[in-house]
């Protein structure tokens, strides 16, 4: 009786009935999440994203028509509360949400914890209950949320999703698994040059406003001499802010990496009269067209981006 219904409406709006068959839709809360599903979606979809470029998914407030997309979604992919905690009451019980910080095989990483990585191979699968997962004595609010950063986690990422949208898309199951393939060996190729650009200037001192790097980071060799901030709700005191002129001071020529998010005058204020290059790293891919190699781009610009400054030290 529905297909019948369906008819008949296409029918009477004079459209075929191909047209009038909703597709499965899919969306993401952020762009990084968005990049890495059109990579796997690829000839078989578009994946749409729910927060603005230029938002923060820290402190994003959601607007009825927000409400009404993640309704509509029949799969939403989102990393979980220590990012988006303003969708978490929202999404704990809904069937068709996703929480990718707890897709097995991830590598997590701990604020306050960064001398190792965690390698977590939980032995529950996909749509196993959030409620049910631990995270291995870790306080709350200790996970550094900005997972996508890691070439290994993409790819992972790229992997589950791809069996996981097979369900929505049983057809194409073979081309979203060709898909996640390709999108890791291409990774990988990536991975292995912004390693050999980065890893020879891993000694040059450089500085970020944002503790959001450190995935990526520590896949290439590299580390910042300090953080401004650990996140864009906690800014920096006069006392944090004076220690932090200091460090600039002692470190000598230096790069301090701010965000679209972050106003400028912050970074000027603070290396004023410091022999201090600059330049904007930009975790969200604000800049980057959504596509199959969208997020090849986000990260090659990353990482393009920490080595031409440091290449002036």
């Known amino acids: 009786m529905f297909l019948r219904f369906l008819l008949v409406l ?82 704990d019980d809904q069937p068709t949400a996703r929480r990718l910080d707890q897709i097995p095989g991830l590598t997590l990483r701990y604020f306050g914890d960064h001398d190792h990585d965690h390698d977590h191979d939980h032995d529950h699968d996909h749509q196993h209950d959030a409620h049910d997962h631990h995270d291995h004595d870790h306080a709350p609010g200790t996970l550094d949320a900005h997972l996508w950063l890691s070439p290994a986690n993409a790819q992972r990422i790229a992997r589950w999703m791809a069996e996981d949208l097979t369900q929505l898309y049983p057809q194409h199951g073979e081309r979203l698994q060709h898909n996640a393939s390709q999108f ?101 891919g604000v800049a980057v067209t959504p596509g199959p190699d969208g997020y090849e781009q986000l990260l090659e610009t990353l990482g393009t981006t920490l080595a031409e400054c440091l290449e002036q030290l």
């Open 184 to 284: 890791g060996q291409r990774l990988d190729q990536l991975h292995s040059r912004l390693q050999q650009r980065l890893q020879p200037l891993a000694d040059k001192p450089y500085f970020v406003f944002h503790d959001a790097y450190g995935y990526l980071e520590d896949s290439v060799g590299i580390h910042p001499r300090g953080v401004f901030t650990l996140s864009t709700e906690v800014q920096p005191g006069a006392r944090h802010t004076q220690a932090l002129r200091q460090q600039l001071t002692a470190a000598g020529p230096s790069c301090v990496f701010r965000e679209p998010q972050f106003p400028a005058d912050r970074i000027a204020t603070l290396s004023a009269g410091l022999p201090v290059h600059s330049a904007e790293l930009d975790p969200l």
């Open 10 to 91: 296409a029918c009477g709006l004079g459209l075929p009935f191909s047209v009038a068959a909703a597709q499965p839709s899919v969306l993401t809360t952020i762009k990084p999440l968005q990049l890495i599903a059109a990579a796997v979606l690829d000839g078989v979809a578009e994946p749409e994203v729910l927060l603005p470029p230029v938002a923060s998914p820290h402190n994003y407030a959601l607007r009825p028509s927000d409400r009404r997309q993640i309704a509509a979604a029949d799969r939403l992919y989102w990393v979980g509360p220590e990012l988006e905690r303003f969708l978490q009451r929202l999404l």
